[in-house]
């Protein structure tokens, strides 16, 4: 089997047939150490592959073989360890790289069953950066004097260099200058600006690196010296404290030292500090900065300072007067103080004051002057006193300026239009004024003995009423103002209020009657009550010496009252007891109520209503014959077809000597006008005849039941139509309460249970529900 295979082997070399173009990638790259995997593109196929062969070609060219796998796998000795075959795809691992593994790699395969397939890969092996560092020729130089060179080591293959300042890339210009493939980088005369740090970054086709930052010292300076004093002030107080300070840009740092006046001070350093300070001490400051390295020196702008003596104090303002009065004074004030080179400035309260028409500024400022003083210039004054190292402000001072009185104002407590003869009330005088004004007090121009800002006046009497005013008097302005008067309306109450008539008893339309008020109190209103409503003037009604009297002429049954008399005046009213009139009239409206028919039996009730003060006299007669009745209501117990007929009643009124007539015609219907018992007995003439009778009978005896059925419930409606009708305890009948509306006066009237409960029935819409005329035909039926 071997030499049938090592014979394919053979011949495959000797045809040339190949079908490998693609099997493996043309080149790999790896680091010395590292693993790789030369992946063919062969599929897993059903027949096994008979033989696969990786040979190896170095970078010298000899040639030698890896592994040849058959039956059996053959490895070269140097590869035993290293490489494993994939013998289903002929793909091969390669482990632990050296630099010697560096060079093509050539697969030949042989199937079983179709051609053999070839192909190679170039592998490149790197050794990996290591050891990256700079090196530089001199790291102390001198800016724009020196130059310098960094070189830049490594380890590894294939290496490229890249030099960085910091983050950014280093390239080359007219300064700098990249040589030995860029491993050395050269920058001619140095700026501060090339300190770095510089660092060398090495990279290869496998890893990268890079070196330790090298800093480099570039000696410049000194330059941009400056002085600054702490703290800073165009004057200092002898005794205080300050401190100089003096910079430079210098590298190393620059050595400093101090003038005065240009002369050298014994002080160095980059802080003079003087303490204590004293007026010999001022003068002008320099400072000079030295590099002991470039040899150069620059020397700062000059400082002044000035030293005085004292600090302000004891500032105090004196006025030339403190009383004064309004637009008549005028007022100095003076500021004195202790310290050096003081400024003046003057306040009242927080706000400055400066100069105008009335206010003059002297002295430096050191002294106010206000002409004309007004009461807005009391203060409270401050002066404050500074120089350009201290301040200090004096107490505050306030002038008292006189003024007033004004807008002198009168109030009365409490405040009211009249006031009741025996109360108390307090009266208060008040006026804009400095000093407090004096008070005196008017009434009606007479000055009383009272004084000061209330006058208290207890048990008001009438005699005090009139029109009080108060004097405001101030003495120092020598000024009084007089308030505007208040007038005090003092008023007895009303009591004992009585009403009386001439008489209480009048005949309608005949009669006048006169009520006359009388009632204790002062300023009286008189107002006149019917009822709840207000008895006004009009034709028939009167209202004459300041209303106190009523006057009603030819008086109706509606001016019957109750009359009242309401007096009032302001502090207190009151009402009379209530009088009522009896206004004699009638009778009228004179009507029979009750019902047209009636069955024989029934209780029926005749009712003769008319309107009459006092109450009539009733009369009844029957078909003109005189009867017993002698009341409204005519009773009779049990009806009988004899009481069919006209009723006539007749009511007098004796007072007023009239007298009405009504009538009022009743039926009487009998049940017994319906008996059929003769014509059944005649009936018997023939039997036809007697069914027909008979049959009529019971139509007629329906008939009548049907009719007197509906008779009672017509009744009854009617009854009801008008809110009842029927017997009350004690044998009485009545109407029952309802209402009608008022054809006259569009309002909604009750029905009384008395007498009186259809007053002109001709003047309603509706009774009870119902039409007038309705209801009247109800009545009759």
Not at 60 to 89: E, H, K, Q, W
Not at 348 to 372: F, H, K, M, P, W
Not at 640 to 649: A, F, K, L, V
Not at 669 to 692: K, P, Q, Y
């Amino acid at each position: 089997m071997e030499t049938y295979v090592k014979l394919l082997i053979i011949l495959g070399a000797i045809s040339g047939v190949s079908h490998g173009a693609g099997v493996l990638p043309d080149t790999l790259v790896a680091a010395v150490g590292e693993t790789v995997m030369f992946t063919t593109t062969v599929l897993p196929q059903e027949t096994p592959i008979l033989v696969v062969t990786w040979s190896f070609l170095d970078i010298s060219g000899i040639s030698f073989n890896i592994i040849t796998s058959s039956s059996v796998n053959i490895s070269a000795p140097g590869y035993m360890d290293r490489i494993t075959l994939f013998r289903s795809t002929g793909s091969l691992e390669l482990r632990n790289l050296t630099l010697n593994d560096s060079g093509e790699y050539r697969l030949t395969i042989i199937p079983a069953a179709s051609s053999q397939q070839k192909g190679s890969c170039r592998l490149v092996v790197h050794a990996p950066v290591s050891n990256v560092t700079v090196t530089a020729n001199s790291t102390d130089l001198v800016e724009f004097s020196s130059s310098i060179s960094l070189s830049c080591s490594s380890s590894g293959s294939s290496l490229s260099f890249l030099w960085l300042n910091g983050s950014s890339e280093v390239t080359a210009s007219g300064r700098v200058q990249l040589t030995d493939g860029n491993t050395t980088l050269t920058i001619v005369n140095v700026t501060r600006y090339d300190q770095g740090p510089f660092r060398c970054h090495v990279f290869s086709p496998v890893s990268d690196g890079t070196s330790d930052p090298v800093n480099i010292l570039i000696i410049f300076g000194p330059e941009n010296i400056n002085l600054t004093l702490s703290p800073s002030q165009e004057y200092y107080d002898e005794g205080s404290d300050i401190s100089l300070m003096c910079s430079a840009v210098s590298r190393p740092a620059a050595l400093i030292q101090w003038f005065l006046n240009g002369d050298l001070l014994s002080d160095t350093g980059p802080e003079l500090r003087l303490m204590n300070i004293q007026m010999s001490q001022s003068g002008n400051y320099s400072c000079q900065a030295f590099n002991n390295i470039t040899m150069r020196n620059e020397t700062s702008q000059t400082a002044a300072l000035t030293v005085m003596k004292s600090n302000i104090s004891n500032v105090v303002v004196t006025p030339n007067t403190t009383d004064l009065v309004e637009f008549n004074s005028s007022v100095s004030l003076s500021c004195s103080s202790s310290g050096s080179f003081p400024s003046f400035l003057w306040l009242n309260g927080s706000s400055e004051v400066t100069a105008s028409g009335r206010v003059q500024l002297t002295d430096g400022g050191a002294t106010l002057t206000i002409i004309n003083v007004a009461r807005y210039d009391q203060g409270p004054f401050s002066c404050h006193v500074f120089n350009n190292f201290s301040n200090y402000t004096s107490d505050p001072v306030k002038l008292s300026i006189s003024f007033g009185p004004e807008n002198t104002n009168l109030k009365l407590f409490p405040s009211q239009q009249h006031y009741e003869e025996g109360s108390n009330i307090s009266l208060r005088c008040s006026a804009v004024s400095r000093p407090a004004a004096l008070y005196y007090w008017f009434l009606n121009g007479d000055k009383l003995s009272e004084s000061g800002p209330e006058l208290r006046l207890m048990n008001l009497q009438e005699s005090q009423s009139g029109n009080y005013s108060c004097q405001a008097f101030n003495n120092k302005t020598m000024i009084n103002e007089t308030s505007h008067p208040s007038v005090v309306f003092i008023l007895s109450p009303v009591s004992s209020v009585v009403v009386t008539s001439n008489t209480t008893v009048f005949l309608e339309f005949s009669s006048s009657v006169s009520l006359s008020c009388f009632t204790s109190g002062s300023s009286l209103s008189f107002l006149w009550l019917n009822g709840s409503s207000d008895v006004t003037a009009s034709d028939r009604v009167q209202l004459t010496d300041g209303n106190s009297t009523l006057t009603i002429v030819n008086v109706t049954r509606y001016d019957q009252g109750p009359f009242r008399c309401n007096v009032s005046n302001g502090v207190s009213n009151g009402i009379s007891q209530s009088v009522n009139l009896v206004i004699q009239y009638g009778p009228d409206n004179m009507s029979i109520k009750g019902p047209n028919s009636v069955h024989v039996g029934d209780l029926t009730m005749l009712y003769c209503y008319t309107m009459s003060v006092p109450s009539a006299k009733f009369t009844w007669l029957f078909k003109g014959k005189p009867t017993n009745g002698h009341e409204a209501v005519y009773v009779i117990k049990s009806s009988q077809n004899s009481d069919s007929g006209t009723y006539t009643c007749t009511a007098e009124n004796i007072v007023t000597g009239q007298s009405q007539t009504a009538h009022h015609e009743l039926t009487v219907i009998d049940f017994s006008d319906c008996d059929c018992s003769a014509a059944v007995g005649r009936a018997t003439i023939i039997t036809a005849g007697c069914c027909v009778l008979i049959a009529a009978v019971n139509v007629i005896i329906v008939y009548c039941l049907i009719r007197k059925k509906r008779a009672y419930r017509k009744r009854k409606a009617a009854e009801s139509a008008v809110a009842g009708w029927g017997p009350l305890p004690g044998g009485k009948t009545r109407w029952q309460p309802t209402s009608y509306t008022c054809s006259k006066c569009g309002k909604s009237k009750r029905i009384d249970t008395d007498h009186t409960h259809i007053a002109d029935v001709s003047h309603c819409v509706t009774v009870g529900g119902k039409a007038v005329e309705e209801w009247r035909e109800e009545m009759k039926t």
